[in-house]
């Protein structure tokens, strides 16, 4: 199964698919080559043979013309050239009179017979017809013999030569070239291939030293980042690869930074709590007034410390898969009413001016309980970390794809370097005014992702000393 595996693998491999790409490269232009270097000395070799022949043979047709062959077949001198021709290019000459009888054969086969043939008939009418058969191998054609009356200036075929000579010697010349042409073909298709071999192991040795120092990374040896720059492509993938462990990195730290401020968060009320009741185990006969404060004291911080462990509990759901979302249609302006009135009695106490502007009737596709969750922390954060006789002013606005909330206040506002940790968890810009007033440094990243769940966006702008606002963009249906 392993062997199976490997060699699915290696199938399967870019190295494999290059080496298949460069031996079609190498392998297929020279087989080519040869078949080409093959044809082309053939034509050559046919060609050169058939201009010879002809040159001859239309010498020996004006003769046989200006001796009036057809007329007295016994012309030794003719036949003699005749003979010569068929024995020098080992072949075969007939004379076909126009009656289209054969005057002469130097096969001595077909003598005193008649043939009547498609070049033959051709040739009456003056026309050269020459054929090369290379299955039988042989070179054929015909020439009209054509007797001119100078006086008259015309020209009378009275009679056709066959030549057909045999092409042998082209064949056994092309066949030891074709035995010699394909050594050398099988000697450049093994070049190739062990070519192809090395070029291809070359070419993907940087993505297996890459794999190298990504098991090294990831196992904890080697270097912190990548650094493969042998191809633009591996130095695209390295930095790519760095950028992701960079943030991996933050990720971690923030991860290991958020387990300390857990720890510290929730070990502070316990410190406060301890303090609290070591210090009144400590008094003998203290005024009931005295205990009463005291407990007053331990309930505020253990009511702090819930409100951490519920803030902590909103922040892990909010963490899961947007499907966790119970998304239905709700009305806005009715769900904002409801979170002013609950606010109204803080802002009230903080001498706050609570504002809440419609600018027309808006539902939308939400989960009420995670929105709710969200707008009431940007509004009491609005209230509590404002001035006396400051001001809130929230307004709801749509389009026809998304509804805008907007929540701007007159208070302290947030100071330009923090604005870009305010949605870290457990983040306070003023921690100790964060502290007097019961913060707890997740109510923004609870806001961020319920607001990113719903497929939204927040944005904030702030004057430290003049006041923030905060911009909220949700689509009106839900798309998951």
């Known amino acids: 199964?392993?062997?199976?595996?490997?060699?699915?693998?290696?199938?399967?491999?870019?190295?494999?698919?290059?080496?298949?790409?460069?031996?079609?490269?190498g392998v297929i232009p020279c087989i080519l080559l040869r078949i080409g270097m093959l044809n082309s000395y053939e034509n050559r070799a046919v060609s050169l043979r058939t201009s010879e022949i002809l040159s001859q043979a239309k010498i020996l047709a004006n003769q046989i013309v200006s001796n009036d062959y057809l007329e007295n077949s016994g012309s030794p001198t003719i036949n003699a050239q005749l003979e010569q021709l068929s024995t020098i290019y080992d072949g075969r000459v007939m004379i076909i009179s126009d009656t289209f009888q054969v005057v002469k054969d130097t096969y001595k086969l077909d003598e005193k017979k008649t043939i009547i043939s498609?070049?033959?008939?051709?040739?009456?009418y003056g026309e050269e017809i020459t054929k090369y058969d290379s299955k039988y191998r042989y070179i054929e054609m015909t020439i009209p013999l054509v007797r001119t009356d100078q006086e008259n200036e015309s020209r009378q075929v009275i009679g056709v030569m066959m030549v057909s000579v045999s092409t042998d010697s082209i064949s056994l010349n092309l066949e030891y070239l074709a035995t010699n042409t394909r050594i050398i073909e099988l000697i450049c298709i093994f070049s190739v291939i062990f070519a192809s071999v090395i070029?291809?192991?070359?070419?993907?040795?940087?993505?297996?030293?890459?794999?190298?120092?990504?098991?090294?990374?990831?196992?904890?040896?080697?270097?912190?980042?990548?650094?493969?720059?042998?191809?633009?492509?591996?130095?695209?993938?390295?930095?790519?690869?760095?950028?992701?462990?960079?943030?991996?990195?933050?990720?971690?730290?923030?991860?290991?930074?958020?387990?300390?401020?857990?720890?510290?968060?929730?070990?502070?009320?316990?410190?406060?709590?301890?303090?609290?009741?070591?210090?009144?185990?400590?008094?003998?006969?203290?005024?009931?007034?005295?205990?009463?404060?005291?407990?007053?004291?331990?309930?505020?911080?253990?009511?702090r410390e819930t409100k951490i462990i519920n803030d902590l509990l909103s922040l892990v759901k909010m963490d899961k898969a947007a499907g966790d979302l119970n998304i239905t249609n709700i009305n806005i302006n009715e769900l904002l009413e409801q979170i002013l009135k609950r606010l109204r009695p803080i802002a009230d106490k903080q001498k706050v001016e609570l504002v809440l502007e419609?600018?027309?009737?808006?539902?939308?596709?939400?989960?009420?309980?995670?929105?709710?969750?969200?707008?009431?922390?940007?509004?009491?954060?609005?209230?509590?970390?404002?001035?006396?006789?400051g001001w809130v002013h929230v307004s709801?606005?749509?389009?026809?794809?998304?509804?805008?909330?907007?929540?701007?206040?007159?208070?302290?506002?947030?100071?330009?370097?923090?604005?870009?940790?305010?949605?870290?968890?457990?983040?306070?810009?003023?921690?100790?005014?964060?502290?007097?007033?019961?913060?707890?440094?997740?109510?923004?990243?609870?806001?961020?992702?319920?607001?990113?769940?719903?497929?939204g966006a927040i944005k904030v702008f702030s004057t430290e000393g003049e006041g923030t606002i905060f911009n909220v963009r949700i689509p009106l249906n839900y798309i998951s």
């Open 118 to 124: 498609e070049e033959v008939i051709q040739s009456f």
């Open 358 to 389: 419609s600018f027309r009737p808006v539902s939308a596709d939400v989960d009420e309980v995670k929105i709710t969750l969200a707008f009431t922390n940007l509004i009491e954060n609005a209230i509590k970390y404002n001035k006396e006789d």
């Open 1 to 25: 199964m392993t062997k199976l595996k490997k060699f699915t693998d290696f199938m399967n491999s870019l190295r494999f698919r290059l080496i298949l790409l460069l031996i079609l490269i």
């Open 199 to 303: 070029i291809a192991g070359q070419m993907v040795r940087p993505f297996h030293k890459m794999s190298k120092s990504i098991d090294e990374i990831q196992t904890g040896y080697g270097e912190d980042a990548l650094s493969i720059n042998d191809y633009t492509e591996t130095k695209m993938i390295s930095e790519k690869f760095n950028k992701m462990l960079g943030r991996m990195k933050v990720l971690d730290d923030s991860r290991q930074e958020f387990v300390s401020n857990v720890s510290h968060e929730l070990k502070t009320p316990l410190t406060s709590m301890k303090v609290l009741a070591d210090s009144i185990n400590s008094m003998e006969d203290a005024p009931i007034e005295l205990y009463k404060e005291f407990m007053g004291d331990i309930g505020n911080e253990v009511d």
């Open 396 to 455: 709801l606005n749509a389009d026809h794809q998304y509804f805008y909330l907007k929540v701007e206040d007159s208070g302290i506002g947030i100071p330009e370097d923090s604005l870009e940790h305010i949605y870290e968890r457990f983040y306070r810009v003023d921690k100790s005014h964060s502290r007097e007033i019961g913060g707890t440094g997740l109510g923004l990243a609870i806001t961020r992702n319920a607001v990113l769940m719903h497929r």
